[in-house]
């Protein structure tokens, strides 16, 4: 007598044969990627860039979205390439599939440092609010020190053309010469892509015909400014031509440092 049942029985073996054949031929490929994502990684350490190690175990992640490995692989570069939130986000993936790994309180233990970390790196929009937040002009929220000065003159006291104002989330104006005979003010704007800021300003105190009789009074100064922080702010100025009337000569050279209270 046929078994009746054997048709079903073969039919249940194939589907898992396919089954497990499939995710076989998945991981496998995970793989591959993952093993290319290593070369890359390996490759980056002469240059910094790890836009292609991330491109890879991203793939990766994309075929086998259940594998924790590629988690971590991507984690790992995305730290090197100082994307720290994207970084913490994959630990955290890379710990929710493998809450048990042999690393996972060291992993969590560097997902606690890098959230500390992460806090400090001001982004653009933050710097540009720092600049803007005006710590010339609030004397109240921010302590001065001159830290190196020429002739005893400090910066703060000097020159007017310290101050930002905001045109956009990574745009300041700032002033670009003025001229006090007759009195005319003139901006640059200024596209805020990192945490110092250098440009030059130009101050003239003679009407034209002073200009004429001493042969200019144009005063040119480079302005440096640094957010270090959000509760420190550093100012270097350099006289590239110190113009007559205007309290400064060629060379001279200010640094100041303005702290949140």
Known sequence: MKNKQLPFILSILFCSVSLFSGQQNTSDEAYRYIVRGKMAEEMAKQ????DSAIQEY??????????????????????????????????????????????????????YELEYKAEQILSIPDIV?????????????????????????????????????????????????????????YYQFLKVTGNTLKYITTINVCDETANIQDGGCDSIIENEIEVVSKKLVKVNQNVLRGGSGAGAGTGDKYSCTFRKK
């Open 47 to 50: 240059t910094g860039e790890y």
């Open 129 to 185: 609010d720092i600049l803007t937040s005006s710590p010339i002009l609030s004397p109240d929220e921010w302590d001065y020190s001159a830290t190196k000065m020429t002739n005893g003159r400090e910066c703060r006291r000097i020159w007017s053309e310290l101050y930002f104002s905001r045109e956009s989330s990574d745009t300041v104006k700032v002033l670009r010469s003025l001229q006090y005979y007759p009195s005319r003010t």
């Open 58 to 111: 991203t793939t990766a992640i994309r075929i086998a979205p259940d594998w924790s490995d590629p988690y971590y692989r991507l984690g790992v570069v995305q730290e090197k390439s100082g994307k720290l939130r994207d970084a913490i986000a994959s630990y955290n993936q890379y710990l929710q599939l493998s809450p048990n790994a042999p690393d996972a309180a060291k992993i969590r233990d560097h997902i």
